[in-house]
């Protein structure tokens, strides 16, 4: 008689199903119910909700430009010290972080 090895075990499927009817009948919160417990004090601390209208807020940004004595690693695309850099080739140079 050949026996199936890729089979599960009768003792391992019990298990399984004893855990999973073990997790169904967990008294764990869903998300419905926990939504329905936050206050609208939670939210109004300056918090912006996903999907908010920000088209009306301004970003400013301090652009520092490049230094002589950096690069810009041509896989990771962060600026680097030149002490970190591993390869130049091609006019592309590396970090020792992506060259590994």
Avoid: W
Wanted: net charge negative.
């Amino acid at each position: 008689m050949a026996t199936d090895y890729d089979e599960v075990r009768p003792d391992v499927a019990e298990a399984r199903k004893a855990s999973l009817e073990a997790v169904k009948s967990a008294n764990a919160p869903d998300a419905r119910s926990v939504s329905r417990d936050l206050d609208e004090e939670d939210t109004s601390d300056g918090v912006e909700l996903a999907g908010a209208d920000l088209s009306n807020e301004e970003l400013t940004v301090t652009v520092v430009p490049q230094k002589e004595d950096e690069f810009l690693c041509g896989s990771c695309f962060l600026i680097r010290h030149r002490t970190l850099l591993a390869r130049e080739a091609n006019g592309v140079a590396y970090c020792r972080d992506c060259e590994g």
